[in-house]
Antibody
Framework: EAQLVESGGGLVKPGGSLRLSCEASGFTFSNAWMSWVRQAPGKGLEWLGRIKSNNDGGTADYAAPVKGRLTISRDESKNRLYLQMNSLRSEDTAVYYCTTEYEYPDAFDIWGQGTMVTVS | DIQMTQSPSSLSASVGDRVTISCQASQDIGDSLNWYQQKPGKAPKLLIYDASDLATGVPSRFSGSGSGTDFTLTISSLQPEDIGTYHC??????????FGQGTRLEIK
């Protein structure tokens, strides 16, 4: 069964940094293009960025509001996806999900359970 | 940037009711639209892809329609387990994805 499990969330002070991790299992992670999506309390979903597989260049694209503060990376030897977040602000408080297009191109059909980040 | 607007923001309906949720794009996105269901405290789940195709395992009471700028998610006969928040999401301007603000569905 394809599965994603996030970790690394917690409480951080404004201006601080945090790195989230997402462990993949049950599918060929090395072929997967992976995304991060977040959801602030009581708000909608916000796509943050995506990283291609290393076979496809391994480059990352970001949503304009977070570009420059967030960095997505991957370690295919560990089946892990990462989100490095710097210069954190109160508005970054959210549940952070990793997700991927597994069975359907351009649709997020595998999601992790999410990890909460609180900036305060 | 493409903006996605859902309506209503919330609704309450009775078991067995036909429920419709609308999603409007700020520009023509063809059929580049997905729908997700999110139950409280859980991750979103894909319901509909490419505007009208049912994802594997999704009950047939769910359906999607529309193209261009106006889209609809329909639940033909509301069941208690359908409570949650429904999100539309466009993928016309890849790699960017934009979600609607969500529609919260409650049982009356």
């Amino acid at each position: 069964e394809a599965q994603l499990v996030e970790s690394g969330g917690g409480l951080v002070k404004p201006g601080g940094s945090l790195r989230l991790s997402c462990e993949a299992s049950g599918f060929t992670f090395s072929n997967a293009w992976m995304s991060w999506v977040r959801q602030a309390p009581g708000k909608g979903l916000e796509w943050l960025g995506r990283i291609k597989s290393n076979n496809d260049g391994g480059t990352a694209d970001y949503a304009a509001p977070v570009k420059g503060r967030l960095t997505i990376s991957r370690d295919e030897s560990k089946n892990r996806l990462y989100l490095q977040m710097n210069s954190l602000r109160s508005e970054d408080t959210a549940v952070y999900y990793c997700t991927t297009e597994y069975e359907y191109p351009d649709a997020f059909d595998i999601w992790g359970q999410g990890t909460m980040v609180t900036v305060s | 940037d493409i903006q996605m607007t859902q309506s209503p923001s919330s609704l309450s309906a009775s078991v067995g009711d036909r429920v419709t949720i609308s999603c409007q794009a700020s520009q023509d996105i063809g059929d580049s639209l997905n729908w997700y269901q999110q139950k409280p405290g859980k991750a979103p789940k894909l319901l509909i892809y490419d505007a009208s195709d049912l994802a594997t395992g999704v009950p047939s009471r769910f359906s999607g329609s529309g193209s261009g700028t106006d889209f609809t998610l329909t639940i033909s006969s509301l069941q208690p387990e359908d409570i949650g928040t429904y999100h539309c999401q466009e993928y016309d301007d890849l790699p960017r994805r934009t979600f609607g603000q969500g529609t919260r569905l409650e049982i009356k």
